[in-house]
């Protein structure tokens, strides 16, 4: 069944550091891709998604590209802020086609100053 | 536009007791879905309605849980009776039900049960 692998947390790093953090799925079909985040507290929201292979979501200085032949949906930025504290989930539409998602199981970054 | 909205924010209840959570879903939305987050088992889905209608209940723990959706404005996740091992905090979320679409998530319903 689909399902998506994200790379085991917590991520500590010190600011103005460049961030990777791992996404690989398997799934049926042409998913979409979302990474989400979620600060402590609040509900997740959206942080970028991408609809086809070779597609790159990006926002607020993050970025992520569509890998088919990889199976992988990476999340990078180049230069990591404290409030970029928070827990990030990968996630892909399910085969279903009925608006399910499918989420990883998230991955805490902690940026310190 | 308001988005997903819940109540109540915190609920902390004995064991044993019923425990309502409600959903108001983003207007124009057609699906809806019930997360519950814990630190042990992370994110998991329990039952999301497409239409008002109960698609996938799979992921619903045992027979304490129900949920209803008895419009396209307002849901709710009920626990009869609440366990302790309830506790833990539970998202609403809506979209508009397209195949690439965004799924839009409530505050969360913090519940502690005693």
């Known amino acids: 069944g689909d399902s998506v692998t994200q790379m085991e947390g917590p991520v500590t790093l010190s600011e103005e550091a460049f961030l990777t953090i791992n996404c690989t799925y398997t799934?049926?079909?042409?998913?979409?891709l979302f990474w989400y985040v979620q600060y402590p507290g609040e509900g997740l929201q959206l942080l970028l998604k991408a609809t086809k292979a070779d597609d790159k979501g990006s926002n607020k200085g993050f970025e992520a590209t569509y890998r088919k032949e990889t199976t992988s949906f990476h999340l990078e930025k180049g230069s990591v802020q404290v409030s970029d504290s928070a827990v990030y989930f990968c996630a892909l539409t399910a085969s279903s086609n009925t608006g399910k998602l499918i989420f990883g199981q998230g991955t805490t970054l902690q940026v310190k100053p | 536009d308001a988005g997903v909205i819940q109540s109540p924010r915190h609920e902390v209840t004995e064991m044993g007791q019923e425990v309502t959570l409600r959903c108001k879903p983003i207007?124009?939305?057609?699906?809806l879905f019930w997360y519950r987050q814990t630190m042990m088992r992370g994110l998991e889905l329990l039952i999301y309605f497409n239409n008002n209608v109960p698609i996938d209940d799979s992921g619903m723990p045992e027979d304490r849980f129900s949920a209803k959706m008895p419009n396209a404005s307002f849901s709710t996740l009920k626990i009869q009776p609440s366990e302790p091992r309830d506790s833990a905090v539970y998202f609403c979320a809506s979209s508009r039900d397209t195949r690439a679409d965004t799924q839009y998530f409530g505050p969360g319903t913090r519940l502690t049960v005693l």
């Open positions: 207007s124009g939305h057609n699906s």
């Open positions: 799934a049926t079909g042409y998913p979409s």
